[in-house]
């Protein structure tokens, strides 16, 4: 799917990015509209390969941090196109990034490509991955080096494990001026409601006995257990709109005439925002600690995950791929108030660089990410037209990025305002 690099200060003929100087005439300057036609051309050039790699992905599932084939496509596909690729990023061997270009600006194209144990890509990575190279590579064709960086990022593992949080931390973007996706879904709205959220062990250390033979000398970690999914029943009706904690017992002892002398929970939290995030999980532990308290149990507390942080959207660049992915007759509407779609690490990043991450429609609101019916509406005709549009529609808001200055500041100034407000 490689492709020749185009000036992006020359006149653009109809088809497949030609240029007027291809054919032998004086370099005309062009409009940004100009690069936008030209980036359209290149996905347009593309579709039928792109599609095959979202097709490839969905037939091939991968899960977390063993997204081996997934990575060797698509990382094979940039460094085939001239894209400068280094594997193994952020200490994990299915994470890469590739550039092409060089200095700033720069404008991330993020790639995730794990699946769903049993239900394949019932999230739709496969487009995700395939919109993501694609813009990548489009965008590659037509900018030359003085134009700044295009760096697409093989993001692993965002259904559990946050390679974009492990990313972020290793320095994958510093020197970012935007970080762009798209997510196949059930809505079309221009930002993600996107939650905070984390998971955390509970263990109760108490004393064994048996129940019959010296009852009173033991002390039952798993009644403990037990009563602090009690006491985090009652804290649950008094909790801010978006938090929850949902918890499962792991561990409550080896043989019923043995007063369980350990026992384990596992509980996921998510709040609306990171710091309600923290507020619940520091609830969490004075829930854990009265408990123990009370019980005669020790208590521990650790968190078991990396933290996802809330999505911040940028504004003023989501406005920007919404206008252009209406353009194939896709209209994006705000979300609606109250109704959260989940966790993403693409909060993590959205803390660093000003970031977008549209939900685009792939089958109707009644269905539901994470079913068969959505894994089998990721690799739909609706799913292909989907994924041509926002392919496009991320080339274009790339190219807004790279080329002006103006857009570029008004999105870092909210992105800080955000940060402090």
């Known amino acids: 799917m490689g492709a020749r690099r185009v000036s992006p200060h020359r006149a653009v003929k109809p088809g497949r990015g030609h240029t007027a100087a291809d054919a032998g005439e004086a370099p005309v300057d062009r409009t940004r509209e100009d690069v936008h036609q030209a980036v359209r051309e290149e996905v347009a050039v593309r579709a039928d390969a792109l599609w095959g ?23 094979g596909e940039l460094e085939r196109a001239g894209f400068a690729v280094e594997r193994g990023v952020a200490g994990m061997p299915t994470a890469f990034t590739a550039r092409s270009g060089r200095g700033r600006p720069a404008v991330a194209l993020l790639l995730e490509y794990d699946a769903l144990p049993g239900l394949g890509h019932a999230c739709g990575h496969n487009l995700i991955a395939a919109a993501g190279l694609g813009a990548a590579l489009a965008v590659g064709a037509v900018a030359e080096e003085s134009a700044g960086s295009v760096l697409a990022v093989g993001t692993p593992a965002e259904e559990g494990g946050g390679g974009k949080a492990l990313e972020v931390e ?3 973007f510093d020197g970012v001026d935007a970080a762009l996706m798209f997510h196949p879904g059930v809505y079309s709205w221009a930002r ?5 959220q984390v998971q955390y062990r509970v263990a109760f250390h108490g004393r064994a006995a048996h129940p019959t033979g010296n009852p009173t000398e033991g002390i039952d970690a798993l009644a403990a257990l037990v009563e602090l999914f009690n006491v ?3 804290l649950g009706r008094r909790l801010p709109e978006g938090s929850h904690v949902q918890g499962i017992v792991t561990q409550g002892g080896t043989a019923t005439n043995i007063v369980p002398e350990y026992a384990e929970g596992l509980f996921g939290l998510r709040a609306a925002t990171t710091p309600a995030l923290e507020d619940l999980t520091d609830r969490l532990r004075e829930c854990a600690d009265g408990v123990a ?8 507390v650790e968190r078991a995950t990396v933290r996802y942080e809330h999505f911040r959207d940028s504004e003023a660049l989501s406005e920007r791929f919404a206008a252009h992915l209406s353009r194939a007759g896709i209209p994006l509407s705000p979300p609606v108030p109250g109704v959260y779609l989940g966790s ?5 990043v959205s803390t660093r660089v000003p970031a977008i991450h549209p939900f685009v429609a792939i089958m109707d609101e009644d269905g539901s990410d994470h079913t068969p019916e959505f894994a089998e509406a990721a690799a739909s005709p609706r799913a292909r037209e989907v994924l041509v549009a926002a392919t496009g529609a991320l080339a274009c808001t790339a190219v807004d990025v790279l080329l002006s200055e103006e857009l570029r500041e008004e999105a870092w100034a909210r992105h800080r305002a955000a940060r402090t407000g």
Not at 192 to 196: D, E, G, R, S, Y
Not at 293 to 300: L, N, S, V, Y
């Open 293 to 300: 308290r009370a019980t005669g149990t020790t208590a521990e």
């Open 232 to 234: 985090l029943a009652v």
């Open 344 to 348: 993403s690490d693409i909060g993590n």
């Open 192 to 196: 993600a409601p996107l939650t905070a």
């Open 53 to 75: 790699v979202a097709s490839r992905l969905h037939a091939d599932p991968e899960y977390a941090f063993a997204e081996h084939r997934a990575a060797a496509l698509l990382s």
């Open 170 to 172: 290793a320095g994958v």
